[in-house]
């Protein structure tokens, strides 16, 4: 097996465990590992055919963030110089550990990429909310505002899912037959 195969799989493995959201006080755990499965169930459920490309991008696109860390939207957004910086690091780091190189996505797939990524943390917010924490907040706002500002470019079938989506806890399955 080559060395640079294991190093990516290791690289990856690690990078799946990077906590999410550790600004904010929340309930149990989220990992860029849950957030990616998470965006897999929203991808499968919402779009028609995903080409490889875009899976594939789903999969890697939080990778990075086992050496930087998830640098909180609100930060970047504070602080544009910091974001150029953060940017290119983020690039630099998706080439290394992305075996064949930059992924390049086509318009249509970065839009569904963009959006299963954003809708996916205002799920998490959901939950957060549904279990009364109120620190989530400020996080769901500055999701909603990004979806709002991007809405016309925002794939159809996530807006609505976004429009019709209610926070509800699914029922049980009855072991009564």
Same mark, same amino acid.
């Given at each position: 097996?080559?060395?640079d195969?294991?190093?990516?799989?290791?690289?990856?493995?690690?990078?799946?465990?990077?906590?999410?959201?550790?600004?904010?006080?929340h309930f149990d755990?989220?990992?860029?590992?849950?957030?990616v499965?998470?965006?897999?169930?929203l991808?499968?459920?919402?779009?028609p055919?995903?080409?490889?490309?875009?899976?594939?991008?789903?999969?890697?696109?939080?990778?990075?963030?086992r050496?930087?860390?998830?640098?909180?939207?609100?930060?970047?957004?504070e602080?544009?110089?910091f974001?150029?910086? %953060?940017?290119?690091? &983020?690039s630099? @780091?998706?080439? +290394?550990? /992305?075996?064949?190189?930059?992924?390049?996505?086509?318009?249509?797939?970065?839009?569904?990429?963009?959006a %299963?990524?954003?809708? &996916?943390?205002? @799920?998490?917010? +959901?939950? /957060?909310?549904?279990?009364?924490?109120?620190?989530?907040?400020?996080?769901?706002?500055h999701v909603?505002?990004l979806?709002?500002d991007r809405w016309?470019q925002?794939?159809?079938?996530?807006?609505?899912?976004?429009?019709?989506?209610?926070?509800?806890?699914?029922k049980e399955l009855?072991?009564d037959k």
């Amino acid at each position: 097996m080559p060395t640079d195969i294991v190093k990516q799989v290791l690289r990856a493995r690690e990078g799946t465990h990077v906590q999410r959201c550790h600004c904010c006080p929340h309930f149990d755990s989220y990992t860029v590992g849950q957030h990616v499965a998470d965006m897999f169930v929203l991808l499968d459920a919402l779009h028609p055919d995903p080409s490889p490309q875009l899976m594939r991008a789903v999969l890697h696109h939080d990778l990075h963030e086992r050496f930087l860390g998830d640098i909180p939207g609100c930060v970047t957004a504070e602080y544009p110089f910091f974001k150029a910086t %953060v940017k290119h690091v &983020e690039s630099m @780091l998706r080439d +290394e550990l /992305q075996s064949s190189g930059a992924m390049q996505l086509d318009l249509e797939d970065s839009q569904w990429l963009w959006a %299963v990524d954003k809708i &996916e943390l205002l @799920l998490w917010c +959901e939950d /957060q909310e549904a279990h009364g924490n109120r620190h989530s907040y400020r996080i769901k706002e500055h999701v909603l505002k990004l979806i709002h500002d991007r809405w016309p470019q925002i794939p159809v079938a996530c807006q609505v899912f976004i429009d019709e989506f209610r926070w509800d806890r699914v029922k049980e399955l009855s072991l009564d037959k």
